[in-house]
């Protein structure tokens, strides 16, 4: 198990990539408060409260229509749609108990309605045209983050449980491509939908067909040690479509796969560190500069709602606090 010295440093505090982070914007300060320098509960509750009021949160909230939506739509190709703000907000940590959050909730929830009519203008049929909003619509991937959000915010998604368990494909993920008849998963789908029933089993939905389901998930991603096929094993550098590199970290992630995700996701799971991670974790650790911090090596095109200060080859907060946080809970074997 091959930790970085750095590593072991940086979250104390004082430590000065910790301050860095702490330098920030209150969605960061909180989760660093909590996770890396383990401040008291108070202190942190006390920060993560001001998501909702300054800086990335607040403007966020602010761009909220009247009609419960942003961008006028619940979702679209250029990462500002309610789908996509509300993914953000998720990232942001914020508070689904307080009087903001429960208030534009609402409005998404009694307002924002699914259509029939595709991003491009085609039509995709009537099974979803009308849905509310946390009724999702019928592509795994889109329902994934759809559910991740709803559940984080205190929201029925039932339905979307219901319809992403009986898409799950044999060899144990999932693929948008599925109805158009490929029979193998996607690692971009599998971490979709493995995020949003995690978020379901974390709000209290206990059900033993959802941790099924979510474990064997799980299990196609470790398989192929989050990285490689399991036929050849060779490293899988790009996704089908060629515009993923899985090796490189981005956020926001949006529906695309890399490996820093699907670790963090295990860490959120609280799966154990095991050797068929330890490739993954390498990798982590390779990409760590000699200041102790990491960049942000993609970004997808697309209109970002609210600028967040990060640009391609420039050393990231998101990366860096997800990156220490992942190699904490590495070593310590949690």
């Avoid at 660093?32 to 009021?53: C, H, I, K, S």
């Avoid at 749609?81 to 959050?101: F, I």
């Avoid at 997800?322 to 310590?332: D, E, G, I, K, P």
Wanted: with cysteine; glycine share 10%; proline share 4%.
């Amino acid at each position: 198990m091959a930790i970085n010295p750095i590593q072991r440093r940086s979250s104390q505090p004082g430590n000065s990539v910790t301050q860095w982070l702490l330098d920030s914007d209150p969605s960061i300060r909180w989760q660093v408060m909590q996770d890396l320098v383990d401040a008291p509960a108070n202190e942190v509750l006390a920060e993560r409260a001001r998501v909702a009021t300054e800086g990335w949160g607040a403007r966020l909230l602010g761009l909220q229509r009247a009609d419960g939506s942003w961008a006028g739509t619940a979702f679209n190709q250029g990462w500002d749609s309610t789908m996509h703000v509300l993914s953000l907000l998720r990232h942001l940590g914020l508070d689904p108990a307080n009087n903001q959050t429960r208030h534009a909730l609402g409005l998404v929830r009694d307002h924002v309605r699914w259509k029939g009519w595709d991003w491009d203008g085609t039509w995709r049929g009537l099974e979803f045209d009308g849905n509310p909003f946390f009724a999702g619509e019928v592509e795994p991937c889109i329902n994934g983050q759809v559910g991740a959000s709803g559940a984080y915010f205190g929201q029925d998604i039932q339905r979307i449980i219901d319809r992403l368990l009986a898409e799950q494909l044999p060899d144990g993920g999932w693929n948008c491509e599925a109805a158009n008849g490929s029979t193998r998963s996607s690692f971009n789908t599998t971490i979709c939908v493995l995020e949003a029933l995690l978020e379901y089993e974390l709000a209290g939905g206990t059900h033993a067909a959802v941790t099924e389901a979510r474990l064997r998930g799980q299990e196609y991603l470790l398989e192929r040690r989050l990285f490689r096929r399991k036929s050849t094993g060779e490293v899988i550098e790009r996704d089908r479509d060629g515009d993923t590199v899985w090796t490189h970290f981005a956020f926001p992630t949006w529906w695309h796969y890399d490996v820093l995700r699907g670790l963090d996701y295990l860490r959120r799971a609280g799966v154990r560190s095991e050797v068929r991670l330890s490739e993954a974790i390498d990798l982590v650790n390779a990409k760590c500069d000699r200041d102790g911090r990491w960049v942000l090596e993609s970004r997808y095109p697309g209109e970002m709602p609210v600028e967040m200060d990060e640009a391609v080859g420039r050393p990231s907060r998101w990366i860096t606090l997800h990156a220490m946080r992942v190699l904490n809970w590495y070593s310590t074997g949690e």
